[in-house]
């Protein structure tokens, strides 16, 4: 499985930006997705993750209320809507598929909210 994750870009604080991870393969269907984010000088952080089926959902109490992941497994995409955006969530973001044990990430996209 591959991930490749685009849409970010510079945005002015209380803006949006839609992130969208891109899988290749078959088994999309079976991967618990979710995206991450790294900000400089920081760890990489847990922001928000999907079941496989889009039944369940996750957020970091940061992001809570202001983003939105969803699903569509017809299309192996997941979808990060990000809403009402400071200059706190700028970072590298990055989407991760997992199953069982395994997990694959995808090359980051960079949120730069700034004015």
């Known amino acids: 499985v591959q991930l490749q994750a685009c849409g970010g ?3 002015q604080p209380g803006g949006s930006l839609r ?3 891109v899988a290749s393969g078959r088994t999309f269907h079976n991967l618990g997705m979710g995206w ?3 900000a400089p000088g920081k760890e990489r952080e847990f ?3 999907i079941s496989y089926a889009g039944g369940y959902t996750y957020y970091a109490d940061s992001v ?3 983003f939105t992941i969803s699903r ?3 299309k192996n995409t997941v979808d990060l809507q990000m809403n009402t955006l400071s200059p706190e969530d700028t970072a ?3 989407c991760r598929g997992v199953t069982g044990s395994v997990e694959y990430w995808g ?3 960079l949120v730069t909210v700034s004015s």
């Open 9 to 11: 870009g510079l945005v």
């Open 92 to 94: 590298v973001y990055y």
């Open 72 to 74: 569509d497994n017809a």
């Open 47 to 49: 922001v928000s993750a």
């Open 36 to 38: 991450f984010r790294q």
């Open 64 to 66: 809570k209320g202001r």
């Open 19 to 21: 992130l969208s991870c």
């Open 107 to 109: 090359l980051g996209t």
